[in-house]
Nanobody, 121 residues
């Protein structure tokens, strides 16, 4: 059974920071690229950040460049998203994904249940 469990979301004031974690079980973690996606009201689900299998390649959406940092610890089978300088427009449900294709939002990915991030002004 494959499970992805997100944690670390919550309510934070604009300018604050949060670190999201995604712990994976039931698969060979280092065989998969990891990504964080978010869905905000009235918007399409978008890729926020992605990291390759070994951690050597990363992607960031333009809206979060310079503020968010993705990382992974293959020994702990955990991916992280460090978010700083948070803005109200970062408010969304954040989903962790594991996939064979780098930074794909495919339905064939393994997905977590999501963690809510709410940024107040």
């Amino acid at each position: 059974q494959v499970q992805l469990a997100e944690s670390g979301g919550g309510l934070v004031q604009a300018g604050g920071s949060l670190r999201l974690s995604c712990t994976v079980s039931g698969l060979t973690f280092d065989h998969y690229a990891m990504g964080w996606f978010r869905q905000a009201p009235g918007m399409e689900r978008e890729a926020v950040s992605c990291i390759s299998r070994s951690g050597g390649t990363t992607y960031y959406a333009d809206s979060v460049k310079g503020r968010f940092t993705i990382s992974r610890d293959n020994a702990k089978k955990t991916a992280y998203l460090q978010m700083s300088s948070l803005k109200p427009e970062d408010t969304a449900m954040y989903y962790c994904a594991a996939g064979s294709v780098y930074c794909s939002g495919s339905a064939r990915n393994y997905w977590g249940q999501g963690t809510q991030v709410t940024v107040s002004s």
